[in-house]
């Protein structure tokens, strides 16, 4: 089971934000992009691929969208199949989630970003190292968020800048 943590206004925000659902997750690089921004409708969970996710936290299921979601609707968790051991958690699971705020809530949402500054990517993008989060300004008036949450922190910043990196070339994609 995925480890949760509780922010005292994510309820709240997550109430508020069922606004889209998500699909099945891509297979290749060229897919992901079509796949996530085709038509009107974002599919948070074609923004990333398979391969992508094996490469952050190995073997996993399909990415899902729902209430679960640290951000509900808004994003697309996919979590991995093995357990590792961790102290106080019985069977813990590393999860990656990223969720792509529409621009009518991106005001309200502005409220959650904590971390420092990120150079080299967007500019004002930031990084927790807390909940292992990069928040960045996503195209189309968009506000994204990636996060990893890994038993081990030693790469938990390399891979959440590395698929926050996919995630705005693909939303920026024509």
């Not at 796949?35 to 094996?54: F, H, K, M, P, Y």
Request: proline share 5%; aromatic share 6%; hydrophobic share 40%.
């Amino acid at each position: 089971m995925h480890r949760s943590r509780a922010r005292p206004d994510t309820l709240a925000i997550g109430m508020v934000l069922l606004l889209t659902a998500c699909g099945g997750g891509g297979s290749s690089n060229a897919a992901a992009s079509r796949a996530a921004v085709s038509g009107n409708v974002l599919d948070r969970c074609a923004l990333l691929t398979d391969d992508e996710i094996d490469a952050a936290i190995g073997p996993h299921g399909p990415g899902s969208s729902g209430l679960a979601n640290e951000w509900a609707l808004q994003s697309c968790r996919w979590t991995a199949t093995l357990a590792q051991q961790v102290e106080g958690y019985p069977e813990w699971h590393d999860a990656i989630e990223v969720a792509v705020f529409e621009a009518a809530v991106v005001p309200m949402v502005r409220q959650q970003i904590r971390g420092d500054p990120v150079s080299g990517f967007v500019p004002g993008a930031t990084y927790d190292h807390l909940y292992g989060e990069t928040w960045f300004d996503c195209p189309h008036g968009r506000l994204c968020v990636v996060q990893a949450t890994t038993r081990s922190g030693d790469r938990r910043q390399q891979i959440v800048a590395q698929l926050a990196r996919l995630v705005e070339s693909r939303l920026r994609a024509p």
